[in-house]
Nanobody, 114 residues
């Protein structure tokens, strides 16, 4: 059975950091493109970034809106993908989703508020 589980969301103040985790089951994350997406209140879901499979160099890319603040990393031994979010802003408030192998996780809420 293929599924993804995100964790690590929460309530933080502007300027603080969070690390989201995505745990995969039923497939190997290093063999597919793994991506992060988010959906803010009243907004459409948007792509945040991705990491290519190891066969394509495991190259990461993030959206311009988060470049310099968010990074994506992996732990292939644990079949995990991470989204490190630094210098969070109120506009980063959203439900964050992990996607891979045509499967979405259930999402984790990130709220940035003073």
């Amino acid at each position: 059975q293929v599924y993804l589980v995100e964790s690590g969301g929460g309530l933080v103040r502007p300027g603080e950091s969070l690390r989201l985790s995505c745990s995969a089951s039923g497939f190997t994350t290093s063999t597919v493109t793994m991506s992060w997406h988010r959906q803010g209140p009243g907004k459409e879901r948007e792509w945040v970034g991705h990491v290519l499979p190891v066969s394509q160099g495991a190259i990461t890319e993030v959206a311009e809106s988060v470049k310099g603040r968010f990074t994506i990393s992996t732990d292939n031994a644990k079949n995990m993908v991470y989204l490190q979010m630094n210098n969070l802003k109120p506009e980063d408030t959203a439900v964050y989703y992990c996607r891979g192998f045509d499967t979405w996780g259930q999402g984790t809420q990130v709220t940035v508020s003073s």
